[in-house]
């Protein structure tokens, strides 16, 4: 191995040792071999240093960094300090890479210098009907491989799953590592990188399994609930509205529902003005709620006379309503935006 490798992977770990040894050997036994693997063991009180004690003293490529516990965020920096390559991939200790991964992704961000950060579509590691949630989000993520889909769709979910993507060694010291606070780390990241001009890509090849485990973090931590998303977004949604919604600050918010009317709300925090919300139930439309009037579809102006933000969180509502809209003529980005 030369003494900078091609691609440094950081994998965070805690209490791992069911998992451990499966997620590091996809990552040595990729076709692509320069690299380096940053296991940093955050406190674990199992036997998970012990396993990756074995893999360094057998494979000088995996170079074992032992913490005391703090948490995810800063087992995740300490790992990106540490890397040396100028490709930096994630990993996580529950999950387990294809063998071609690295090499595919390498060669992606090579052949496309524009492109900051490459992900890879996932294969869904677990009980699709158990994990009904879990497997349509797969689906959905899955479906956003441009650089445009994944802007577009950026603040309705995390357009990127976190153990799939490479990224260039140079972005987290021009644009930040990862933030503690109450929201997803890997969802502010992305949020703050594309708001800074990052362009972001996927490969349509499925490289790795995300494994659903119970007690994955998406499930257990209160920065995943969706209060805290929406509270995490609309910082970077009202940002993005202020240099792409030309009646700025006045919005039009697509959804009354009570949940949906919280989540919006977030936005009026960072100067946006909610001047109207739109709905499809006879039982809200002509109401006025928090003194803006509830239209019907055929109520709103016409195309360019306001900016819609779509606030409903139901993945069949919301393709609902962006059906709606574009059959009237509306275009996404330009007359309208999905952020829920």
Known sequence: MRTMPRISVVMPTWNAEATIETAARSILDQTEPDLELVAVDDGSTDATPELLEEFSRRDPRVRLLRTPHRGIVAALNTGLDAARAPLIARMDADDRALPERLERQAEFLDTHPEIGLAACSVQFGGDAAAG???ARYVAWNNSLLTCDQIELNRFIESPLVHPSVVFRRELPARFGAYREGNFPEDYELWLRWLDAGVKMAKLPDRLLVWNDSGDRLTRTDARYAARAIFACKARYLARWLERNNPHHPRVVVWGAGRETRKRAEALTE???????????DPRKIGNVVTGRPVLSQEDLPARGACFIVSCVGSRGAR?????????RGWIEGRHMIMAA
């Not at 960072?270 to 499809?280: L, M, S």
């Open 132 to 134: 009904q949630g879990f």
């Open 270 to 280: 960072h100067g946006v003005r909610i001047i109207a919300y739109v709905d499809v």
């Open 319 to 327: 393709e609902d309503i962006r059906e709606r809209l574009r059959r």
